[in-house]
């Protein structure tokens, strides 16, 4: 195994995704996955496929790895380089499930009754209102605080578990001496929300039933530019940020993070041209960036030695940084020494 290259001076940044989907989509590259690969100079990163949280709902077990396996070759697609940060499947580091159990045994029903993704995920799959979902939260304290991390980047859905996760860990804190790092959230500097192409006040997600609302990063060039001609807009003709025209505000976003040109210099751009043109552009430029990252998705998942070769090297250093932190949870929490 190479050696864990962490810098002492840097701080510790830790984000995970589930796998669920063929691919991820444009909201997950532009709200998190980007990010993650500019984080990478600045932090010592450790990301990770979210495959223990995936369970929470039912999924059948040959598409899960499957998927697992195709996230995991996006993820290094996307440019996270498995050498110089921990990218490895949460599965493979079981200090994730032990620290969970322990964090557990200080989390009160109350508080897990109170997440409201737990209320709306029990509301979706209202057959399966499993245990994993309800203690969902106490798994992702174990993800972070197992790592000591530093910084959290989360969306405004995941807010309020990171709040319980400095919770459990202020309790825990209290109860046995300091002990773990208080995350904090990473809110990225040009995280943006990415909308629906079919309606713009949905959140762009891989579960949308319209094909068209929804692009994937493994979407072919052809693919991309005609959901984004598709894409809703409204009747006037103005390419212009304003209220009221969420589907135009949308394809500006999108535009201004892939062309880092802000709004006024894209309303300039597309001054007197229609929507059909300023589509087509958003369009061309959205598949231009992504062919890269397709090209080497097909190249990675080809080659599952090097994939075994990376994602194994990943849990074994992500495991060196937790263990340690798992033995002295067991020793202070009273559990007899294992050596
Ligand atoms: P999910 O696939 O919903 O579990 O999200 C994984 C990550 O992608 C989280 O950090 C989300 O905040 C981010 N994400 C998902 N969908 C979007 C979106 N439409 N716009 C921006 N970020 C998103």
């Known amino acids: 195994m190479s050696e864990l290259n962490f810098s002492k001076d840097k701080k510790l940044i830790l984000s995970l ?12 590259y532009i709200g998190a996955i980007s990010n993650w690969d500019k984080l990478q100079s600045e932090y010592n990163c450790v990301y990770g496929i979210a495959d223990l949280h995936a ?20 993820m290094l ?16 580091n079981k200090c994730h499930a032990e620290l969970s159990w322990v ?7 109350g508080e897990l009754s109170r997440m409201t993704q737990f209320k709306d995920k029990s509301a979706k799959h209202a057959d399966n209102i ?16 197992a ?15 990171l709040e319980l996760a400095r919770n459990i860990a ?4 209290q109860k046995y001496g300091d002990f773990f790092t208080l995350p904090e959230p990473y809110i990225p500097k040009t995280g943006e929300k ?14 949308d039933e319209n094909p068209n609302a929804c692009i994937f990063i493994l979407d072919d060039k052809d693919t991309v530019i005609r959901k984004f001609k598709r894409a809703v807009t409204d009747s006037e003709a103005e390419v212009r940020y304003a209220e009221g025209k969420g589907g135009i505000n949308n394809l500006m976003t999108i535009y201004s993070c892939f062309t880092g040109k802000n709004y006024s210099e894209i309303e300039s751009e597309f001054s007197g041209r229609g929507y059909g043109d300023f589509k087509l552009a958003v369009g061309e430029t959205v598949a231009d960036r992504l062919e890269p990252i397709r090209n080497e998705f097909n190249r990675l998942i080809n080659d599952k030695a090097y994939l075994k070769e990376c994602y194994t090297e990943g849990a074994q250093r992500a495991q060196s940084i937790t263990q340690r932190t798992i033995s002295k949870v067991y020793h202070k929490v009273g559990f007899v020494d294992a050596r």
């Open 17 to 28: 995704i589930q796998p669920t989907g063929n691919s991820f989509t444009l909201g997950n």
């Open 55 to 74: 369970i929470t709902v039912r999924q059948d077990p040959a598409e899960l790895r499957k998927n697992s396996l195709r996230a995991y070759a996006s």
């Open 77 to 92: 697609a996307c440019g996270i380089d498995p050498q110089r940060s921990v990218a490895f499947f949460q599965s493979h």
């Open 103 to 109: 964090l557990g045994c200080s989390t009160q029903f």
């Open 130 to 145: 499993n245990a994993g979902l309800f203690t969902y939260p106490v798994l992702m304290a174990a993800d972070i605080l």
């Open 147 to 161: 790592y000591n991390a530093d910084l959290v980047p989360i969306g405004i859905d995941q807010k309020q578990h």
């Open 170 to 173: 202020q309790r825990f804190n």
């Open 194 to 207: 990415v909308m629906s192409l079919q309606d713009p006040a949905k959140k762009m997600s891989k579960s």
